[in-house]
């Protein structure tokens, strides 16, 4: 079966971290483009970063760049989301989708309909 399972999501405190994992199973996820988007209630979804197949290129939007980083272990088949110094406003549903195109990494719903892609993990930063 071709699915993206994420995992690792949970309720911290502010300055807290939490590691997101993004694991492929029934296909190999090397040849893939893998970007992390997040979706809060009544929010937009939004790009938060991505990573090339080989791992050599990685971005992070704004919101998160210096706090968040983004890695693979193509032997797993997993991505990873490394947060730190997290914010109640990062609060979200988080979640993984890979293609086969940087593309991806929009967050674009044309791209992201196309794209492979996880069911999500909740992330509740709280006091």
């Known amino acids: 079966q071709v699915q993206l399972v994420e995992s690792g999501g949970g309720s911290v405190q502010p300055g807290g971290s939490l590691r997101l994992s993004c694991a492929a199973s029934g296909f190999r996820l090397a040849y893939y483009v893998v970007g992390w988007f997040r979706q809060a209630p009544g929010k937009q979804r939004e790009a938060i970063a991505c990573?090339?197949?080989?791992?050599?290129?990685?971005y992070q939007t704004d919101s998160v760049k210096g706090r968040f980083t983004v890695s693979r272990d193509n032997a797993k088949e997993t991505v990873y989301l490394q947060m730190n110094n997290l914010e109640p406003e990062d609060t979200a549903v988080y979640f993984c989708a890979a293609d086969f195109t940087r593309e991806v990494c929009t967050g674009a719903e044309a791209d992201i309909s196309r794209a492979l892609r996880g069911q999500g993990t909740q992330v509740t930063v709280s006091a």
């Open positions: 990573i090339s197949d080989n791992g050599d290129s990685t």
